[in-house]
């Protein structure tokens, strides 16, 4: 049996280097035990914040300082598991430091608490009184904004205490997916055994050209998630119940009214996400699944179907190297620092793209303040990789522009806006090569790329809101969440929007189970949203040129200085008219017409 290398035997280049953070473990448990005097330095405010502005300054430099210390510590350990969740060593460090997490966040519970229980127009009185409140304005009114909903000063602190317990359903997630699940072994056509793992799947063996292979990938990553559906089905379960009886407590209506509070999103603006997209795009993927069906000569198309090259003789490699370069040309109307940044990534290992035993699925880019960016990928030598590359860069060039303009706690925007800046990198890309190609191969293969990361972004994802969606609902009216629950709600999303052109068998109806974005309250339907934005981003700087490169890079600047819609607004970007929503739809089904057209 092959399996995947151990950690300690991938090429070091693949890696990132931690060394950033911490040069060895020692330094990174005498910065934990630091982080024990900058709780106290904060917690010394507690009782005091009704003395005057100038305290409530000092508290929350405090609070900034103790979130970047705590910041580099979390990163260390969480970055260690998701690259080897096996090492016993990484799952105590990731443990600390959950612990030590939620000592800090049960440690400034009391700000809320204490701020919200001040008489009216003393906060008012503070900003006007000292200028270095400015700074803070934003997040105080953001309390004023959520007062009714702060609950007394005791029991804020017993659920921040509870923080590790209250998230141990994604960490539960994670270790099932990373760790324990066991998927058997496929052979290609040439005999080869070939290891199986989410990672291996989504970003390998579902684009394989060989239709059986991806079966077979298919068949036993279905098997494996099937072995753990039970565990992970009340996980999720678990998750939910805990979101609803918090929005309970709270005194909300419901647990999307609390999480898109927390967003900062009016409800009409998530439901428009989810419904205008949801109706005007599935036409057109209905229709891309039956040139792939005509194209690939299948009567019926499976999920397994649905990443599988249209073109298998046209699927050149494009390796690391090669990417480096056409990401660092695609983006760089964006100017000479985020040209830095990016060239920084590559440069200084940023990137960590080896695939080995136990490392976590999926992409992602964590942004640690003061330091720089980590970005995390499974890389393969293909089109698709150099795009979620492209992708996840965005998130670090948003966030190191953010960090060096903006105070900690000012750094990162709300949920809502965080997917335009990564989204738009995607589209920006792809509009550059299209713009300096003239071989129609080319052309088509980068269609097939942006096409790629509509039906990721703006197809994947919202049907996972809608996923999430329908269950939230379950939950609110008291229905318990099992496991056969799940899989006919997974199963009924599905085929609302593929309308009997995909088959849903056992593997659709168990999707769920490998994702990790019902984890992170509400957000999957954010990526519709960022990628209209990324479009009408992508396209202002194509037809205006620098303007709109100067309003971006102040979006980005910003951090999370404005609320989510208005942040869009400093771009040019309404996101609370549909039409901007049904543009973004109108440019993929552009990208199919002219797709069926260069087949026809």
Request: charged content about 25%; glycine content about 6%; some cysteine.
């Amino acid at each position: 049996m092959t399996d995947l290398p151990r950690r300690d035997q991938v090429p070091l280049d693949q890696t990132w280097d931690l060394g950033d953070l911490y040069q060895t473990d020692e330094e990174w448990a005498a910065d934990y035990q630091r982080v024990g005097d900058d709780i106290a330095d904060v917690t010394a405010y507690r009782g005091r914040l009704s003395t005057g502005a100038a305290a409530l300054l000092a508290c929350l430099l405090a609070r900034d300082a103790l979130r970047e210390r705590l910041g580099r510590v979390d990163a260390y350990a969480q970055l260690r598991l998701a690259t080897d969740g096996t090492s016993p060593h990484n799952q105590a460090l990731a443990a600390q430091s959950r612990s030590l997490s939620a000592s800090a966040e049960s440690a400034q519970a009391f700000l809320s608490t204490e701020l919200a229980a001040l008489p009216a127009g003393v906060l008012e009185g503070y900003l006007a009184a000292e200028p270095g409140l400015a700074t803070y304005r934003l997040q105080i009114e953001d309390i004023l904004r959520l007062r009714e909903h702060i609950l007394a000063q005791e029991t804020e602190e017993a659920i921040a205490a509870l923080g590790e317990a209250l998230t141990l359903p994604h960490t539960v997630w994670q270790m099932a997916t990373a760790v324990d699940l066991r998927c058997a072994p496929v052979r290609d056509a040439a005999g080869r055994e070939i290891p199986v793992s989410i990672a291996a799947y989504v970003f390998g063996l579902s684009r394989a050209p060989d239709r059986e292979l991806r079966r077979a990938a298919y068949s036993s990553l279905t098997a494996g998630l099937t072995g753990h559906s039970a565990t992970l089905a009340t996980t999720l379960a678990t998750h939910i119940t805990r979101n609803v009886t918090l929005a309970r407590l709270r005194h909300y209506a419901s647990a999307t009214e609390m999480l898109l509070d927390a967003q900062q999103v009016p409800a009409a603006v998530y439901h428009n996400v989810l419904d205008v997209v949801h109706d005007e795009i599935a036409p057109h993927v209905r229709r891309l699944v039956r040139l792939r069906g005509r194209l690939l000569g299948l009567e019926q198309v499976y999920r397994y179907d649905l990443d599988a090259p249209l073109d298998p003789d046209d699927e050149p490699v494009l390796t690391f190297a090669e990417s480096a370069r056409l990401i660092q040309e695609g983006l760089r109307p964006l100017g000479d620092e985020y040209g830095e940044i990016l060239a920084a990534a590559f440069r200084e290992r940023w990137i960590d793209r080896a695939e080995n035993a136990g490392k976590r699925s999926g992409a992602f880019c964590r942004t640690v303040y003061g330091r720089h960016s980590y970005v995390f990928t499974t890389w393969r030598d293909t089109w698709r990789s150099a795009f979620v590359l492209a992708h996840e860069l965005g998130h670090a060039g948003h966030g190191m522009l953010a960090g060096r303009c903006q105070v900690i706690s000012n750094a990162r925007p709300k949920m809502f806006a965080i997917e335009a800046p990564s989204t738009a990198n995607e589209i920006l890309l792809g509009q550059h090569i299209l713009a300096t190609t003239g071989d129609p191969s080319v052309r088509r293969r980068v269609i097939l790329q942006l096409i790629g990361t509509f039906l990721h972004n703006m197809v994947t994802h919202l049907l996972e809101g809608h996923f999430e969606r329908r269950l939230y609902e379950l939950a609110e009216a008291d229905r318990p969440l099992t496991l056969a629950t799940i899989m006919e709600v997974q199963e009924e999303v599905f085929e609302r929007f593929y309308a009997g052109t995909v088959v849903l068998d056992e593997g659709a109806r168990l999707y769920w189970a490998q994702q990790p974005h019902f984890y992170m309250n509400l957000y999957p339907y954010t990526y519709a949203a960022g990628l209209a934005c990324g479009v009408s981003v992508a396209e202002a700087v194509r037809t205006e040129g620098q303007p709109a490169v100067e309003r971006w890079l102040q979006t980005l600047r910003a951090g999370g200085t404005h609320p989510p819609l208005d942040l869009m607004r400093l771009a040019g970007v309404d996101l609370a008219d549909a039409e901007t929503l049904r543009r973004a739809v109108a440019y993929f089904g552009s990208l199919v017409d002219e797709l069926e057209q260069s087949f026809a």
